[in-house]
C-alpha cells in the first residue's frame, strides 16, 4: 500500500471541502482533497446558488446571522478572485429578495425578524401588499406583505465549485479520487486518511463529506448526527418576462438564472435516505407551489427536474470545528441548504484553527462537541 504525505487533507470535493482547500492553499498549505465521485457531483454542484443572508428563525438570528452575512460579503471579492485565477465566471449577480406573508399572524412574525436582521446590519424592511405588488405585480394577490431584502445575490453553484477546485490545484492542491475507508490514527491523534489502494499521511485532517459524515461516527468514536435531506428543483423556460426578485413563500422559491436562461423552482424536504433520484409527486408539489407564487408562469415550459442530498444535522445548525480537543480532525458539514452560501466563512474559520489554534469567529454553537453527553 502506497502513501502520500501532505499537511492537509480534505476529505470531500463539495463547496465546503473545495473553499477550504483554496484557503488553505492560499497561506502556502500543502493539501489533498480526496472525492469518492467528481467535484460538486451532489448538492454543491446542483443547488439553485441563491446567496441570502437573512436568518428567519427568531432564536438563531444572533448565532447564525454574523456568519451568513459576512460570509455574503466575501463571496463578492471570491467570485472576482476565483474569475482573475481560473477564468470561470460564478456568475455572481446581486439579486433582491422577497419572502411572502400569507397571513396576518405570519405578517406579524416578519415583521419581528426584518427589526433582528436590520440590528445585524442586514438591508431588510417590510413591505405592505401594495408595496409588494408595485414590484411584482404578478405575484398572487393572496398575500399580506413581504420582507423585502437588498442584500441577497444569486451564482452558479457548479462553476463556483469547479473554480475553488482549479484555484486550489494551480496553488497546489491536489485532488485525488478514491473511497475513504478510516482513518490513520495515532493514540489520540488523527495522522490522515485509508483509502482503498493507499494511505495519506497529515498533520490534519478535514473530514468535508456532506450528508455521508455519518459514516465518520465510527472512525472517532464519537456520534456525528448528520444524514441526507432530498431536495428537487424544477427549471423552466417562460416567454414573459421573468421576476426580478428571488421569491420565497413557505418551502418554495422561484428566481431567475440570467446565463441560462430559465426559471428554478424549488423546493421539496423529504427524508428519503440516500435515494438522490427525482419524483414525480416532488415536481408536482414544486409547480403547484411556484403557481401559488407566481400563477402567470401555468404556461411555462419544464426543460430539467434535478434532485440532491443536503447535509442536515440533528439539530438543524452547522458542525464546525475540531473533536475531539486536540485531535488534529476537523469537521466542517451540516450546513443544510446553506452549504454554498457558508462555504467561504467556513473555510475561513477551518484555516484559523489549523493554522492558529483558535478563530476570531464565535462557534462555540457549531461546535462538534455540542452531541457528546456529559455524565
Not at 433582528?116 to 399580506?144: H, M, P
Not at 483509502?195 to 473530514?207: G, H, P, Q
Not at 440570467?258 to 421539496?268: K, M, N, R, V
Not at 440532491?308 to 466542517?332: M, T
Request: a negative charge; charged letters at 20%.
Amino acid at each position: 500500500m502506497g502513501t502520500t504525505s501532505v499537511d492537509v487533507v480534505i476529505v470531500g470535493a463539495g463547496a465546503i471541502g473545495c473553499a477550504t482547500a483554496y484557503f488553505l492553499s492560499r497561506e502556502g498549505v500543502k493539501v489533498a482533497i480526496v472525492e469518492k465521485d467528481s467535484i460538486g457531483e451532489h448538492a454543491s454542484g446542483s443547488a439553485t446558488g441563491i446567496l441570502s443572508p437573512m436568518v428567519l428563525d427568531e432564536a438563531r438570528v444572533k448565532t447564525t446571522l454574523p456568519l451568513t452575512r459576512q460570509s455574503l460579503q466575501m463571496h463578492e471579492a471570491l467570485s472576482r478572485e476565483l474569475k482573475e485565477a481560473t477564468g470561470i465566471d460564478c456568475h455572481f449577480r446581486k439579486s433582491p429578495q422577497l419572502v411572502l406573508a400569507s397571513s396576518d399572524y405570519e405578517a406579524d412574525e416578519f415583521r419581528t425578524l426584518v427589526e433582528l436582521n436590520r440590528e445585524k446590519g442586514v438591508k431588510a424592511s417590510w413591505l405592505d401588499k401594495k408595496s409588494v405588488l408595485d414590484i411584482e405585480n404578478r405575484l398572487s394577490d393572496q398575500l399580506t406583505g413581504a420582507i423585502y431584502c437588498e442584500d441577497g445575490a444569486n451564482l452558479e453553484s457548479y462553476r463556483y465549485v469547479l473554480a475553488l477546485a482549479q484555484a486550489a490545484e494551480k496553488l497546489g492542491a491536489e485532488i485525488c479520487y478514491g473511497n475513504v475507508i478510516g482513518l490513520r490514527q495515532n493514540k489520540s491523534k488523527v495522522t490522515g486518511v485509508k483509502l482503498s489502494s493507499r494511505e495519506i499521511i497529515s498533520r490534519s485532517t478535514v473530514l468535508a463529506m456532506g450528508p455521508w459524515t455519518g459514516t465518520a461516527s465510527s472512525w472517532l468514536g464519537f456520534p456525528i448526527p448528520v444524514g441526507p435531506e432530498r431536495g428537487q428543483i424544477v427549471k423552466l423556460q417562460a416567454s414573459s418576462p421573468p421576476p426580478a426578485s428571488t421569491v420565497f413563500s413557505g418551502e418554495h422559491y422561484v428566481t431567475y438564472k440570467a446565463p441560462e436562461g430559465l426559471i428554478y423552482a424549488g423546493t421539496t424536504h423529504e427524508q428519503v435516505g440516500f435515494a438522490e433520484s427525482t419524483t414525480i409527486e416532488g415536481r408536482d408539489t414544486i409547480i403547484s407551489g411556484l403557481l401559488d407564487i407566481l400563477p402567470s408562469l401555468a404556461d411555462a415550459k419544464l426543460i430539467m427536474q434535478t434532485a440532491c442530498l443536503r447535509p442536515l444535522s440533528a439539530d438543524g445548525l452547522p458542525i464546525i470545528g475540531e473533536f475531539p480537543p486536540q485531535s488534529n480532525a476537523y469537521l466542517a458539514t451540516g450546513h443544510w441548504s446553506k452549504g454554498i452560501l457558508l462555504s467561504p466563512i467556513t473555510a475561513l474559520i477551518i484555516t484559523e484553527l489549523i493554522l492558529k489554534g483558535n478563530t476570531s469567529h464565535p462557534i462555540d454553537i457549531f461546535s462538534p462537541g455540542r452531541f457528546v453527553k456529559h455524565d
